[in-house]
């Protein structure tokens, strides 16, 4: 009784049900949906000048200067805001001159499906439900917008795309802590195929970067990747 008053929330796992926004870690799912609707491709650059002025209130990326014209390797090893803002307003254009927030956000819901984000990781512990953006469909493209999820379920996220199209089936395999390394063991990793997220493989079998700041972004949400 004592501990669950106690306001610390010694019995909240914020692993499995504090949600948070994404941030630059969407940035791969912006990707995959980019290439996979013919907006870019490994040929495709694109100007950063700093501030995405397309819509209103502009954004700014987070190097204000500008990153200058950036291929989509570079523009996920830089993480520039600049370029996925403009995947997801590309994904929204109608005809010429129209943009339909609309038809952009559900573009992104579509791709977040196929990769598993808009569902729980099915963890055999409590796990708060998982939100994908539906307003502010640019900014949403950049991990923003109100995109919600548990550090668990974008760690299958990650899996999925480092492993090529496998997606990680989660579970919860508890130990007897004298057994465990850590203080923390919560989690163990056993890969799956998924017929879902096999179309990864050719996305990122040439978008050959370096990850490390993808990784460290991760590491910031204190995700572990099986």
């Not at 941030?23 to 990707?31: F, I, M, P, W």
């Not at 990680?168 to 007897?176: E, F, Q, S």
């Not at 997220?197 to 978008?207: D, E, G, P």
Request: hydrophobic share 40%; charged share 20%.
């Amino acid at each position: 009784a004592k501990l669950a008053l106690d306001q610390s929330s010694p019995f909240f796992n914020k692993a499995t049900q504090q949600t948070t926004a994404p941030g630059s870690t969407l940035k791969l799912l912006s990707t995959i949906a980019g290439m996979e609707e013919g907006i870019i491709d490994e040929g495709t650059y694109i100007e950063c000048t700093g501030t995405f002025d397309y819509v209103d209130p502009p954004i700014n990326c987070w190097y204000k200067n500008g990153h200058g014209s950036l291929d989509i390797r570079t523009a996920i090893e830089q993480s520039c805001n600049y370029f996925f803002n403009m995947i997801g307003f590309q994904l929204g254009k109608v005809g010429d001159n129209e943009f339909s927030e609309v038809q952009s956000l559900n573009k992104l819901q579509e791709y977040a499906s196929l990769i598993g984000l808009d569902r729980k990781t099915g963890i055999e512990l409590s796990e708060a439900t998982p939100k994908v953006s539906d307003a502010k469909a640019v900014p949403s493209y950049m991990g923003q917008g109100n995109n919600l999820f548990t550090t668990s379920e974008l760690a299958r996220y990650a899996s999925a795309t480092f492993q090529k199209g496998k997606m990680i089936l989660r579970t919860a395999k508890i130990k007897p802590l004298k057994k465990l390394p850590c203080s923390n063991p919560l989690l163990s990793f056993p890969s799956a195929n998924s017929a879902e997220a096999t179309f990864l493989f050719k996305v990122f079998s040439f978008v050959n970067v370096d990850f490390s700041q993808f990784l460290h972004i991760l590491n910031h949400y204190a995700i572990i990747i099986g």
